[in-house]
């Protein structure tokens, strides 16, 4: 399979070079060539298929003429070494659990597959040279990542993350692994950070100096596995009964998550339609209404994993749907809400089922249950789980909420990280004297 840039000014490239470079070199983000329609026969069964047999099924259409099958089934069967269940919350509403692996979000599922997939082609390489990963968080990609990376030999990981912004539980799952993972902590924005990590790519001094690439979801490694969860929530509710107008709601702030679940949409997954939940940055809620693209800079919100304010995916989005809002429109509607209305969501669904909502989470049940029609049953990601931002969630709800013992795992270990501006040459130089 072949991969072309989104701004469509750069040479199609393999799956090994769209991984390693991981932006292409006009800026644009690497798209597979085709997308290929599942076989009928693979819906009619699906609900008899465990979660990694229906994961292989989908990696193979992506990702099996560049990868032995071999290789490609251990890829699978270690990243999923975890469960991503569906759990009922109402009658209509239900919990795509996504935190059930090692850092307790959605992310660990995307960022285990590439780390696995870059050891793979960095192992057959003549090129010996060590790849360093660069990747910008808003909060839980660092730790997915670093935790995906940990220990995996010819890697090295530099994590930028803004500083103060992002929660006690998530630097902490970042900064104490040491290894082969630098943490950088940046004075400024999550939208700083990003811009960092595009500058370096950009730096051809920098990119002859040492390789690099990155570990965002805009790396074709780290978003599509994240298809994976779809098919199998799908099956699922296929199981219950409950699958005949299913609708999918994704908490989005980059958009890799819901990006994934469309080009599942796009190999046959027959879900109805799809609706992106916004905390308080709305671009794409406001795209959907008005037709125009308006980045802004990203605003703090209790949701803080979802604070973009130029989410990179939107291009890939843009692109999959050859640039038509009526087709975006048709497919996907849009929801935005304040912090206030993340709590008054969180405290309901607790009071009124019990379920702890984590505020990303939040976001997603309530576009669920304010845009369901009749008929219709829901699924929405919880993208985290709710011990990630404890204590929000122990002051809106007034409840203790346990710590995973993984978790706590994390907050034992000694915090190191590397101070630095926003600005690039001091990035550079640091770099540089790696
Ligand atoms: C990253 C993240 C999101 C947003 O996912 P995108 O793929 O960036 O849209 C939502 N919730 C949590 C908890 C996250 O960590």
Do not use: W
């Not at 029609?373 to 909420?401: M, N, S, Y």
Request: charged fraction near 20%; aromatic fraction near 12%; hydrophobic fraction near 40%.
């Amino acid at each position: 399979m072949q991969y072309y840039s989104t701004n469509h000014q750069a040479p199609l490239v393999s799956l090994r070079k769209a991984v390693v470079k991981g932006l292409a070199e006009d800026r644009g983000l690497y798209m597979p060539e085709h997308i290929d329609k599942l076989p009928k026969a693979f819906f009619d069964n699906i609900q008899d298929m465990t979660f990694q047999e229906i994961a292989y099924t989908v990696a193979d259409a992506f990702f099996g003429d560049d990868v032995d099958s071999d290789g490609l089934h251990d890829l699978v069967y270690d990243t999923l070494c975890f469960d991503c269940p569906v759990v009922r919350v109402t009658d209509n509403i239900y919990s795509l659990e996504l935190f059930h692996g090692p850092t307790l979000a959605f992310k660990d599922v995307g960022a285990r597959f590439m780390a696995r997939l870059l050891q793979y082609f960095v192992r057959s390489e003549s090129d010996r040279r060590m790849v360093n990963v660069l990747v910008a968080t808003s909060g839980d990609t660092g730790s997915a990542v670093a935790n995906g990376f940990l220990g995996v030999e010819g890697i090295h990981v530099y994590v930028l993350y803004p500083k103060g912004k992002v929660s006690p539980i998530q630097e902490c799952q970042f900064t104490t692994l040491g290894r082969n993972i630098t943490a950088i902590e940046v004075d400024g924005v999550f939208d700083d950070c990003q811009r960092l990590v595009k500058s370096a790519f950009m730096d051809e001094e920098l990119n002859s100096h040492m390789r690099l690439t990155s570990a965002n979801s805009i790396n074709v490694a780290r978003f599509l596995p994240q298809a994976f969860y779809y098919f199998n929530a799908y099956a699922r509710m296929k199981a219950l009964g409950l699958a005949e107008q299913l609708v999918v709601c994704v908490p989005s702030g980059n958009f890799g998550n819901i990006c994934a679940a469309l080009f599942g949409h796009e190999m046959g997954l027959p879900v109805k339609r799809f609706i992106a939940a916004n905390n308080a940055n709305d671009v794409f809620y406001n795209y959907l209404q008005t037709g125009r693209y308006e980045p802004q800079p990203s605003k703090q919100t209790l949701a803080n994993a979802m604070d973009v304010g130029d989410p990179s995916n939107f291009a890939r989005i843009y692109d999959l749907y050859g640039h038509s809002h009526e087709r975006i429109t048709q497919l996907i509607s849009g929801a935005t809400y304040t912090d206030e209305a993340i709590r008054q969501t969180m405290q309901q669904c607790h009071e009124a089922t019990g379920y702890v909502l984590d505020p990303h989470g939040a976001c997603g049940y309530r576009a669920l249950k304010e845009q369901l029609r009749q008929g219709e049953v829901g699924v929405f990601c919880e993208t985290a789980h709710p011990a990630k931002f404890k204590e929000k969630v122990d002051e809106i709800l007034h409840i203790d909420t346990p710590i995973p013992d993984r978790l706590a795992a994390f907050m034992k270990g000694e915090k190191q990280s590397v101070p630095m501006t926003a600005d690039f040459d001091q990035f550079k130089q640091y770099l540089m004297q790696k």
